[in-house]
């Protein structure tokens, strides 16, 4: 069960943040280099339509497996290792920023690029590009912190 666990763990976390580093590096610069306000906001809403389905299973998974295998390997909370603690509350920062996102600039978005109103579209997209960074900067120290952290990077 540890097994299943902690690859399903590590399989979702490498989506949810190899996705926003796909998102924020490669597919943001290029589209604000090729399209227009219109196509690109298109492009965007459906983006994180089809994104989003996944870090939904994300935010259930990786917390689950999380809990599973800390309770599993290091018994209650209070002796897990530092690395540990620091992937668990970093972890919660990243879930609820998503669900700010969620359900604050992206129902924003949707609703005003099915209305075609691409100012208020491009001020939700902006919001979004904001948080999925900060997420994806979260989401980087988590993976540091989580890898490194077995074999004593945090001391
Ligand atoms: C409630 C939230 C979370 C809990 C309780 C949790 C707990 C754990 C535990 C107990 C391990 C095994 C640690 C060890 O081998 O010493 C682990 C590994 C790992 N976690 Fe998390 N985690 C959470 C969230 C996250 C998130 C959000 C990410 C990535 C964004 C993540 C990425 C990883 C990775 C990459 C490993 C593999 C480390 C390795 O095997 O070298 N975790 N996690």
Known sequence: MLSIASLLHVVFS????GGMFFAWMILRPVAA??????ERLMLWRRVFAKFFVWIWK????????GYWMGFTMYS??????????VMHGLAWIMVVIFLAVFFLPFRTLRAAVDTQDWETGARSLGQIRQLVGL?????????????????GLLG
């Open 58 to 65: 994300a935010v259930v998974l990786v917390p689950l497996t």
């Open 135 to 151: 997420n994806l900067i979260l989401g980087l120290i988590v993976v540091i912190v989580a890898s490194g952290g077995r074999f």
């Open 14 to 17: 490498v989506i949810w943040v």
């Open 33 to 38: 280099g090729t399209l227009e306000a219109p």
């Open 76 to 85: 209650q909370m209070a002796h897990w290792p530092t690395h540990v603690h």
